[in-house]
């Protein structure tokens, strides 16, 4: 379980890292948090690029940011989106492949959506049951 002020420091930081997105083209800001087994919180925007394909979600940066610092496992993701959507397809997949207890598949994740006046709980396992996963690959 989480402790209520980890959760807190989660949002916080998710909404201060949508701040820093740079969205020129679809004004569309988005910030997240990542919160890895050692404890560490790692942040993330949204980067658009003129070529759209391009464009990177802040899920993503979150979590690479974590794995580039070392950290191999995410307990918990926050998104501050401007209307409290939840991460998109792909960035569903990234955080199956990182999220710590992958047996079933993200099953204890928790990604808290936050809105302007609060945030939501959801887990990973809810958002992609099926998830496809490295153990997938040796399936004949």
């Known amino acids: 379980m989480i402790a209520q002020a980890t959760i807190n420091d989660l949002v916080r930081a998710a909404r201060q890292a949508g701040q820093r997105a740079y969205a020129p083209y ?8 990542a919160l890895a087994a050692s404890g560490r919180i790692y942040t993330g925007c949204n980067v658009e690029n003129a070529s759209y394909g391009l464009t990177v979600c802040a899920e993503r ?4 940011t974590a794995i580039a ?39 204890d994740m928790m990604v808290i959506v936050v809105t302007t006046d609060g945030y939501e709980t959801l887990y990973l396992h809810d958002l992609l049951p099926h998830a496809f996963l490295p153990q997938d690959l040796n399936r004949t």
Do not use: D
């Open 26 to 33: 679809s004004h569309y800001q988005v910030g997240a948090a």
């Open 61 to 64: 940066v979150a979590v690479w």
């Open 69 to 107: 610092a070392g950290e191999r496992e995410i307990v918990a993701v926050a998104v501050a989106t401007p209307n409290g959507a939840t991460p998109c397809g792909a960035c569903r997949q990234v955080l199956a492949e990182f999220a710590a207890g992958k047996e079933p598949a993200g099953r």
